[in-house]
């Protein structure tokens, strides 16, 4: 006889981790076998592309799993929103004139001119956002712009493409200088759809901001910030570094290098390790989007600085072209560092949220019972 007060198992419980192990095994077979397999052949970036692809729709899978019906539709809407608008109508202000070209400020295509619609492009979206997800305001914001930017970064030449316009190591230690900074422009863009949407909220007459919460409004007079901070800018980069691992090839007296990895490739290496590290990260310490999406470019700089120094430079270029790196991460670029980063990072936090939400309507209806 089954004692009535023994608790139940919850099979969620069970299957969400052992999916995400099945997740990670799967994908540390797929990285060990990009790493010995022939990248120029045509079936290889095919194969690549559907996986990779598949990787990132079973990630977006799980989140939805926590959602309702009229939230779900309410996220895709927002989605499909910001991939149309940024993503294919405002691709002009960012798209050079080869598919080489790569959207950065030092060498590639980004201006003063289209600096400013970019901003402009992230707190409308943000504000659209808010509006169509409505009433789940003001979480839906800068959805919008991370998906739509997101589109940009699949479209961009990559890193490679622009350093072979380097010659020197000194040269291209000058363009890795300038991603230092350029981060901080992608985070204000981020920062920009986040608060667009908060002001849309405002407009709206949103309670949610009459009673803020933690999770949903960063207070700068919170204790202990720089601790979340410090988790998830380490997890993120660490999970990310092995996701986004490409061809690697060993070079005497100095180690491996790493070829450039595909687009897709690092969208789902840092979507993946971020949203890990976020959700983690939110779960323990109740912490504010803002503060994740900060560790983002602080594991950024710290990449750029301590990873891609002249002397390092200077060994490979003596015996591999541009398209080889020190570390997967220094073939990142900034804008892509960001902006998926910054998406992995929405998603563990909100489905965080989502889970605890739906915990505590749980513990309600058992006691109620």
């Known amino acids: 006889m089954i004692d009535e007060d023994t608790p139940k198992i919850n099979l969620k419980n069970v299957i969400y981790p052992a999916a995400a192990l099945v997740i990670l095994a799967i994908a540390g077979i797929f990285v060990y076998n990009r790493a010995v397999s022939d990248p120029f052949a045509i079936s290889y970036n095919f194969a690549e592309s559907k996986v990779v692809g598949a990787f990132i729709a079973m990630f977006f899978i799980v989140f939805f799993t926590e959602l309702k019906v009229a939230n779900k539709l309410r996220m895709i809407i927002v989605c499909i929103t910001g991939m149309v608008a940024i993503g294919m109508l405002l691709w002009p202000i960012a798209a050079g004139s080869s598919r080489f070209d790569a959207i950065c400020f030092i060498g590639g295509t980004l201006t003063l001119k289209s600096s400013i619609l970019v901003i402009a492009a992230a707190f409308l979206a943000g504000m659209a956002g808010c509006a169509l997800g409505w009433p789940s305001t003001p979480m839906y914001g800068s959805l919008a712009a991370l998906t739509g930017f997101g589109l940009w970064g699949l479209r961009t030449g ?61 207070n700068w007079t919170e204790k202990a910030f720089i601790v979340p901070l410090a988790v998830c800018s380490i997890a993120g980069y660490i999970i990310s570094r092995y996701l986004v691992l490409g061809i690697m090839l060993p070079v005497e007296n100095f180690g491996i290098v790493h070829h450039q990895p595909l687009a897709q490739q690092i969208a789902f290496g840092l979507i993946t390790g971020f949203g890990i590290a976020a959700y983690l990260v939110r779960k323990h310490f109740k912490s504010s989007v803002e503060i994740l999406y900060l560790s983002v470019a602080v594991a950024a700089f710290f990449t750029y600085v301590f990873l891609a120094k002249e002397s390092n430079l200077e060994t490979i270029n003596k015996f591999l072209p541009p398209n080889y790196f020190n570390s997967p991460m220094t073939a ?38």
């Not at 985070?187 to 009459?210: E, I, N, W």
């Not at 965080?352 to 939400?357: A, E, P, Q, V």
């Open 158 to 218: 990559d890193l490679s493409s622009l350093l072979m316009y380097s010659s020197s190591a000194e040269q291209q230690a000058q363009v890795y200088t300038s991603f230092r900074w350029e981060i901080f422009f992608w985070l204000a863009a981020v920062l920009a759809a986040h608060y667009g949407s908060f002001l849309t909220a405002r407009l709206f007459g949103s309670k949610r901001l009459h009673t803020p919460q933690p999770e949903v409004m960063f």
């Open 332 to 369: 990142v670029l900034p804008f892509q560092f960001i902006i998926y980063g910054c998406l992995g990072v929405w998603g563990g936090w909100f489905t965080s949220i989502c889970m605890d939400k739906k915990h505590e309507e749980e513990e309600a209806f058992q006691k109620q019972g």
